[in-house]
């Protein structure tokens, strides 16, 4: 299921603010990414369409279980990444950064790779 790294963006910051603020609305994700509210409205218009995001009849936006998966998937390479560039002595800031930039291409064997790493210098 190969989505476009962007949407993979907000679709991961729809799950970050959701955990964050309880709800979520397109402007909070505008806000966030520093997208104006048009660009992200598009946005948001083609994710419902293609069943990755539901808007409540109050205008919350809400992951369908499609849209969450990648959203997971996404945050949890995320994760990884930023937690190895950390333990090797990249700031957070600049971890974070970098981390944005790799996680839309890692293998389904790296993460697996980097799952086993981090646990075992974490220990």
Known sequence: MKIQESA??????ILILTHKLGQVRSIDVAKELGFSKPSVSIAMKNLRENGYVEVNEVGYLILT???SI???KVYEKHTLVMTLLMHIGVTEEVARIDACKIEHDLSLETVEKLKE???KISN
Do not use: P, S, T
């Open 70 to 72: 990648i959203a997971n």
């Open 65 to 67: 279980d499609k849209g």
């Open 8 to 13: 993979e963006n907000y679709l991961e910051m």
């Open 117 to 119: 790493f981090i646990a």
